[in-house]
């Protein structure tokens, strides 16, 4: 197991806004139920050793989008809600690192690796964890901490939210960011804690 | 059809260099025979008009990468290698915009719209396409002027170079990048051209 140190690491919350709820309810499909539960339970480990948490949030130019700044579905969602000081990084693009002083950010606080979470893994979750393993953190995508929805892709294709998820999983693994689930990361706090 | 202004459109060709073709040689099987014989016709194309060419290279510091700077492998595809003062950009990680001066280059030259081919699309093609659309750049991927290769990916699954391709051009496709071919690129500039 690989080990992390507290005091370097990061959680980076990606995007976990009602929006996404509005989708669920308008009856389209997602992978992985409990993602945002899993959110929680990292939020709660990093909140309670003192880490660094810092809250991406989506502001769409997109007039059809749910994630307009003006619309209710730009509020992030209840369990993932930032508390007490923790940092909330407006964006208008996918990478969470454009347009934010995310970078300036985790490097001022000496943070090397970044643990990422949230929605959508295809393209706000992997567009900013191709950016953080291109940028030289040590990034960890944690495979259930994160979901997708169906959609009819490039040329008419049907394309399931578990198979669109897999192949950001295949894409980013050992390239960009190393796999990680929400146990094995929690595993790794412990083994950290213990040292 | 859309459009394009050759005064400030650029072609953007990634990682063609001859380490890919020894994977080949080395009996890995990869998708789109025809990618780099179209990225030539791009390429002719874009050199009659006098239009703007940029080539990048992957200079890997992977110690068992074929793309090793001092490796054969690091060379230029003969098809595609530079002519007079076309510009080259080394990079060591897999977007084009990091570690080099592409994106100072582009705006410099008035150019808003950059036309991606190369190799492999699901890495390296595919992360530069994803930062030139969060850029603000129109960018243009043309889906048979790239390709990739078989893998097994993450957890083990069997995955082939259709399937990757494909699944890159879906999470491309509105969010990031226009995904054109090279017949309607092609079309594209004639349109231009008599206009």
């Keep these: 197991m690989t080990k992390l140190n507290p005091a370097t690491t990061a959680l980076v919350?990606?995007?976990?806004?009602?929006?996404?709820?509005?989708?669920?309810?308008?009856?389209?499909?997602?992978?992985?139920?409990?993602?945002?539960?899993?959110?929680?339970?990292?939020?709660?480990?990093?909140?309670?050793?003192?880490?660094?948490?810092?809250?991406?949030?989506?502001?769409?130019?997109?007039?059809?989008?749910?994630?307009?700044?003006?619309?209710?579905?730009?509020?992030?969602?209840d369990e993932t809600r930032e508390i007490g000081e923790?940092?909330?990084?407006?964006?208008?693009?996918?990478?969470?690192?454009?347009?934010?002083?995310?970078?300036?950010?985790?490097?001022?606080?000496?943070?090397?690796?970044?643990?990422?979470v949230g929605a959508t893994t295809n393209h706000c979750v992997e567009t900013t964890a191709r950016l953080a393993g291109n940028l030289g953190f040590d990034a960890r995508l944690v495979e259930d901490a994160c979901y997708t929805f169906d959609r009819t892709g490039h040329g008419g294709r049907?394309?399931?939210?578990?198979?669109?998820?897999?192949?950001?999983?295949?894409?980013?693994?050992g390239e960009f960011a190393t796999i990680e689930t929400t146990d094995s990361l929690l595993a790794a706090l412990e083994t950290s804690a213990a040292a």
């Design 13 to 77: 919350v990606i995007d976990v806004q009602k929006g996404f709820l509005q989708r669920e309810a308008n009856g389209e499909r997602r992978n992985n139920p409990e993602a945002v539960s899993n959110m929680a339970r990292l939020l709660d480990a990093f909140r309670r050793r003192g880490m660094h948490v810092i809250h991406i949030r989506h502001a769409s130019t997109n007039p059809g989008s749910l994630l307009r700044p003006e619309l209710p579905g730009f509020a992030s969602m």
């Design 86 to 116: 923790e940092p909330v990084l407006v964006k208008s693009v996918n990478s969470g690192f454009i347009g934010t002083d995310l970078e300036q950010r985790l490097r001022n606080a000496a943070v090397d690796t970044v643990v990422l």
């Design 158 to 173: 049907r394309e399931s939210a578990e198979d669109i998820h897999a192949m950001t999983l295949s894409n980013l693994d």
